[in-house]
């Protein structure tokens, strides 16, 4: 799925004027070279981006049955409403878990190398500090679910809390029966982790 504007098509120029920086501090560098790298970097940005538009395709498929929201966000993907959580409560419910089993299949096949972030939030009754902690507990108890069960490596995913930040809530001010909505988990998927292994694993093979 292609996209008018994309959230990195701004990369390019930005990496152009480092690579021309490192450049400057080595003396000179032939043009062959320097296009070579920079042809480096842009084939790398679209293989990023390439890997970002089909993996938002794959989710879109595999997710249809679900009711689950699946976007593009600053070059990741964004995965809403998997997983709600009743009132003062971090317990992850068995109706949940299909969709949890079918994301980890996903990544776990597909993306192995990709992070997963997954954001925990409450509804705004309570204390900020109480709705902070109670939102971790949530991303956490989806976080264990994915890798202890869904078989996720546990360096690849990890659990945040945003609590009962405003700007976040998918039911503005709701609490108890009509927060349902705010008392939930996001899934972050960043795939950038995959160029990163790519080069760690050529400098030690010297390559």
């Given at each position: 799925?292609?996209?008018?504007?994309?959230?990195?098509?701004?990369?390019?120029?930005?990496?152009?004027?480092?690579?021309?920086?490192?450049?400057?501090?080595?003396?000179?560098?032939?043009?062959?070279?320097?296009?070579?790298?920079?042809?480096?970097?842009?084939?790398?940005?679209?293989?990023?981006?390439?890997?970002?538009?089909?993996?938002?395709?794959?989710?879109?498929?595999?997710?249809?049955?679900?009711?689950?929201?699946?976007?593009?966000?600053?070059?990741?993907?964004?995965?809403?409403?998997?997983?709600?959580?009743?009132?003062?409560?971090?317990?992850?419910?068995?109706?949940?878990?299909?969709?949890?089993?079918?994301?980890?299949?996903?990544?776990?096949?597909?993306?192995?190398?990709?992070?997963?972030?997954?954001?925990?939030?409450?509804d705004p009754a309570g204390s900020h500090a109480y709705n902070q902690r109670l939102g971790e507990k949530r991303a956490q108890a989806v976080r264990d679910y994915l890798v202890n069960?869904?078989?996720?490596?546990?360096?690849?995913?990890?659990?945040?809390?945003?609590?009962?930040?405003?700007?976040?809530?998918?039911?503005?001010?709701?609490?108890?029966?009509?927060?349902?909505?705010?008392?939930?988990?996001?899934?972050?998927?960043?795939?950038?982790?995959?160029?990163?292994?790519?080069?760690?694993?050529?400098?030690?093979?010297?390559?």
């Amino acid at each position: 799925m292609k996209h008018a504007s994309h959230p990195w098509a701004w990369l390019p120029l930005g990496l152009t004027m480092l690579v021309a920086a490192g450049c400057a501090d080595r003396g000179y560098v032939k043009q062959a070279d320097y296009d070579a790298r920079i042809s480096q970097i842009e084939a790398r940005l679209q293989n990023q981006e390439n890997r970002s538009d089909q993996l938002e395709q794959d989710m879109q498929q595999k997710f249809a049955q679900y009711d689950a929201s699946i976007r593009q966000v600053a070059g990741r993907i964004q995965v809403d409403s998997m997983s709600h959580f009743a009132f003062d409560d971090a317990t992850l419910q068995d109706q949940d878990k299909p969709m949890l089993d079918d994301f980890a299949k996903v990544i776990g096949h597909y993306h192995p190398y990709a992070l997963v972030t997954v954001e925990g939030f409450a509804d705004p009754a309570g204390s900020h500090a109480y709705n902070q902690r109670l939102g971790e507990k949530r991303a956490q108890a989806v976080r264990d679910y994915l890798v202890n069960s869904g078989g996720l490596s546990a360096d690849k995913v990890r659990a945040v809390s945003y609590g009962e930040a405003r700007d976040r809530q998918d039911a503005p001010g709701k609490t108890r029966d009509e927060g349902m909505e705010n008392r939930r988990v996001t899934l972050v998927v960043d795939l950038s982790g995959h160029d990163q292994e790519q080069r760690a694993a050529s400098a030690t093979d010297g390559t």
